[in-house]
Structures are given as structure tokens and as C-alpha cells.
Antibody, heavy 120, light 108 residues
Framework: QVQLQESGPGLVKPSETLSLTCFVS????????WGWIRQSPGKGLEWIGQ???????NFSPSLKSRVTMSIDTSKKQFSLRLSSVTDADTAVYYC??????????????WGQGTLVTVSS | EIVLTQSPATLSLSPGERATLSCRAS??????LAWYQQKPGQAPRLLIF???KRATGIPARFSGSGSGTDFTLTISSLEPEDFAIYYC??????????FGQGTRLEIK
């Protein structure tokens, strides 16, 4: 079955860059849209952005100036970089993938999430 | 940017009761709205997409309706495992695919 696994440092210093990678198994990386969503402690879900296998991206307007996403189809992984982090970027970061089938169905998969804390 | 407003913030019901959750968009989404369920310590799970289509494996007690700016998630008869937080998400043509602030469904 499709599995996504986030990987990256759990602690990042203020003003530095947060970097996470999501490893994909059980799915063709070229068939899905891939994205990042975060959830601050005790808060709701915030959509960060998405990337397609072609490299095309869309980002949340509120984070666009600080976000970079990349994808490596040969390694079946995609990555998030968020620069100039502050306390407000402390959150559980989820990677996710979705794909519409010709039947009209929507497949949607999420990683388990990884907590990133911004602190000196 | 589209804003999604969910109501109520908290809904207290008993098992077996019917739950009705609302999501209102600041502009028309046509029929492109999704609903997610999230339990503590878990990733969100897709329940409904395109306003009314159940995702694979989702029980029939979950149903979605609505179009334009007003959408509803209904759980016909609550099971103990349904008590969780529910989020709507706009999935219209173009990102950002923002989420509503969530409705907490708690046991009365």
C-alpha cells in the first residue's frame, strides 16, 4: 500500500531553514500531486503547498516568500524548505499525496507527521 | 483568498445521534469541497470529496452535501469512534487548498 514517511531535524534554530523530506513507497511518484500541510500545537491544519512530478509548484500566499519545494523522482522523494523560521513555524509537518482516478475517485494519503520545534 | 468558516466550533452529542456540521466559503467553490476527520495523534483522513462523494472505505453513515458556498457533513448515527475533529478543505480548481478551522465533535 502507499506509505509516506517524513524525515528531518526535529529542532531548528530561529532564523535558520527548516528542511524536511518525504519518502514515498507503494506508489508511482509521477502519478500524484504531493504536498505539505502543517499543524501548530493545538491548532488547525495549514496547507503549505504542493508539487507535481514535473516540478510545478503552488504555495500558500502567506508562506510563498519563504517556501521551496523540490522533487526527486528517481529517489521517490520530495522535499520542503522553509527559510527564516520563527516560533510560529513550530508545528507537526505532514506530507501528503493525492491523485484523481479515471473513475472519478480521489486517492489521498498522508504521512504520520513529524514535529519540528523552532527554538534556540 | 478563500476563507472557510466551520460551525459550530464544538458539537456535543451522544452515540446514536445525528451530527450535522457546516462549512461556509467566502466565495463559490462550485462542488469542490472535501471533509477530513482527525483523531488525536493521527494524520487527517479523507472522508468526503467533491462535496458528496465518499472516499474509499468510508462508512455510509458519513454523507456530504452542498454546493457553491454552503456545505454540510452529516453523520447519520454516531459511533464511538466518530468523536474527533472535522475539517473542511476547499478543493476547487486552483490552490491554495485551505482548511476551515475545524469542528470538534465530542461525547455528551
Amino acid at each position: 500500500q502507499v506509505q509516506l514517511q517524513e524525515s528531518g531535524p526535529g529542532l531548528v534554530k530561529p532564523s535558520e531553514t527548516l528542511s524536511l523530506t518525504c519518502f514515498v513507497s507503494g506508489a508511482s511518484i509521477s502519478s500524484y500531486y504531493w504536498g505539505w500541510i502543517r499543524q501548530s500545537p493545538g491548532k488547525g491544519l495549514e496547507w503549505i503547498g504542493q508539487i507535481y512530478y514535473s516540478g510545478s509548484t503552488n504555495f500558500s500566499p502567506s508562506l510563498k516568500s519563504r517556501v521551496t519545494m523540490s522533487i526527486d523522482t528517481s529517489k521517490k522523494q520530495f522535499s520542503l524548505r522553509l527559510s527564516s523560521v520563527t516560533d510560529a513555524d513550530t508545528a507537526v509537518y505532514y506530507c501528503a499525496g493525492w491523485r484523481w482516478l479515471q473513475t472519478g475517485d480521489l486517492l489521498d494519503y498522508w504521512g504520520q507527521g513529524t514535529l519540528v520545534t523552532v527554538s534556540s | 483568498e478563500i476563507v472557510l468558516t466551520q460551525s459550530p466550533a464544538t458539537l456535543s452529542l451522544s452515540p446514536g445521534e445525528r451530527a450535522t456540521l457546516s462549512c461556509r466559503a467566502s466565495q463559490s467553490l462550485a462542488g469542490y469541497l472535501a471533509w477530513y476527520q482527525q483523531k488525536p495523534g493521527q494524520a487527517p483522513r479523507l472522508l468526503i470529496f467533491d462535496a458528496s462523494k465518499r472516499a474509499t472505505g468510508i462508512p455510509a453513515r458519513f454523507s456530504g452535501s452542498g454546493s457553491g458556498t454552503d456545505f454540510t457533513l452529516t453523520i447519520s448515527s454516531l459511533e464511538p469512534e466518530d468523536f474527533a475533529i472535522y475539517y473542511c478543505q476547499q478543493r476547487s480548481t486552483w490552490p491554495p487548498y485551505i482548511f476551515g478551522q475545524g469542528t470538534r465533535l465530542e461525547i455528551k
